[in-house]
């Protein structure tokens, strides 16, 4: 699975981005569009090394766009379809449960490390770049 994930990174961001549209058809890129890149090539290196779910915080890096006032739930929902991204390719590759677990514990550290870098927290990634756009960026209201 490792060896799939290191392979197709580039195909896993560009099904992300495809999917992210869905929600926010108006806004391109998406906010942690930098931030996904890094982890989907991340991903595949990490598992193969063995390193925790929560060293991918470390390898982010690239620009989270936010408008003034935050998109906190916006950056959520990115990080979701991440999530939903990476258990599709679980199920069709019949990945074990173990590494199910662990994608799915390092799409949470991964989301987690972006809202601290949102918010410029401490022990926010280094290289994630907190960057507020004033102009162009509206988020819609999600309508569920």
Do not use: N, Y
């Amino acid at each position: 699975m490792a060896e799939v994930l290191s392979v197709q990174a580039g195909e896993m961001l560009r099904i992300w981005r495809l999917a992210r549209h869905s929600i926010q058809p108006e806004m391109l890129p998406g906010l942690a569009d930098g931030a996904l890149a890094s982890f989907f090539d991340a991903l595949g290196p990490l598992l193969t090394r063995g390193a925790r779910p929560a060293d991918v915080s470390d390898a982010l890096a690239g620009a989270l766009r936010l408008p003034p006032e935050g998109a906190d739930g916006a950056l959520r929902e990115e990080w979701e379809v991440a999530r939903q991204v990476l258990r599709a390719a679980c199920e069709s590759l019949g990945a074990s449960k173990a590494v199910e677990a662990w994608l799915d514990d390092a799409a949470q550290a991964a989301r987690d490390a972006s809202l601290f870098a949102a918010h410029g927290e401490a022990g926010a990634p280094p290289r994630l770049v907190r960057l507020v756009v004033f102009s162009g960026l509206a988020l819609r209201p999600r309508t569920v």
